[in-house]
Antibody
Framework: QGQLVQSGPEVQKPGASLKVSCKASGFTFRNYYINWVRQAPGQGLEWVGWITPYNGNRNYAPKFQGRVTLTTDTSTSTAYMELKRLKSDDTAVYYC???????????????WGQGTMVSVSS | EIVLTQSPGTLSLSPGESATLSCRATQTVTNTYLAWYQQKPGRAPRLLIFGASRRATGIPDRFSGSGSGTGFTLTISRLEPEDFAMYYCQQYGDLPGAFGQGTNVEIK
């Protein structure tokens, strides 16, 4: 059915950068866009962006443009999200998620990673 | 950019009762590309409904979705103890994808 397994929690200082990984298994990684969604403590879900492992095309939500970079490594079926110039309000759980249908960047997400807690504090 | 507003913010009900959750969009949702998710504390969201009314794999038939255009509804009939959770709607017809702010279904 498929699974996404993310890297562990991170604690960073303001201004630093971080990189979260999301390893896919059980489906053909190259065929599916990977989306990233974040959730601040006690808040709702916020879409960050998507990337396709097929050719590296990506799209970012406007508020993250310039600070986020999504990449993939098809040899290990792993997607990465790098966030730079961290601020305290970047503190959140970051999820990777797979759309239901292959080849669709924006779709309902039927497979989610377990989430990675990122804490930004001085 | 489409903004989704969910109501009510909190729904206090007893097991066995029915829940009706609303999701309103500021613009027509393309192709009724509207999904509903359930989320429990410390867990990732779980897909319940896609295409406004289609149940995802393994979702019990007490969950049903309806609506089109700018107004959508998730109905949970005969609430089970495991149904008490947060629920989010999501539109995926236009970029950027957007989620509603959520409805908390709590035990009365």
């Amino acid at each position: 059915q498929g699974q996404l397994v993310q890297s562990g929690p991170e604690v960073q200082k303001p201004g630093a950068s971080l990189k979260v990984s999301c390893k896919a298994s059980g489906f053909t990684f190259r065929n599916y866009y990977i989306n990233w969604v974040r959730q601040a403590p006690g808040q709702g879900l916020e879409w960050v962006g998507w990337i396709t492992p097929y050719n590296g095309n990506r799209n970012y939500a406007p508020k993250f443009q310039g600070r986020v970079t999504l990449t993939t490594d098809t040899s290990t079926s792993t997607a990465y999200m790098e966030l730079k110039r961290l601020k305290s309000d970047d503190t959140a759980v970051y999820y990777c998620a797979r759309p239901m249908n292959y080849g669709e960047p924006s779709d309902a997400f039927d497979i989610w990673g377990q989430g990675t807690m990122v804490s930004v504090s001085s | 950019e489409i903004v989704l507003t969910q109501s009510p913010g909190t729904l206090s009900l007893s097991p066995g009762e029915s829940a009706t959750l609303s999701c309103r969009a500021t613009q027509t949702v393309t192709n009724t590309y509207l999904a509903w998710y359930q989320q429990k504390p410390g867990r990732a969201p779980r897909l319940l409904i896609f295409g406004a009314s289609r149940r995802a794999t393994g979702i019990p038939d007490r969950f049903s979705g309806s609506g089109s255009g700018t107004g959508f509804t998730l109905t949970i009939s005969r609430l089970e103890p495991e149904d008490f959770a947060m629920y989010y709607c999501q539109q995926y017809g236009d970029l950027p994808g957007a989620f509603g702010q959520g409805t908390n279904v709590e035990i009365k």
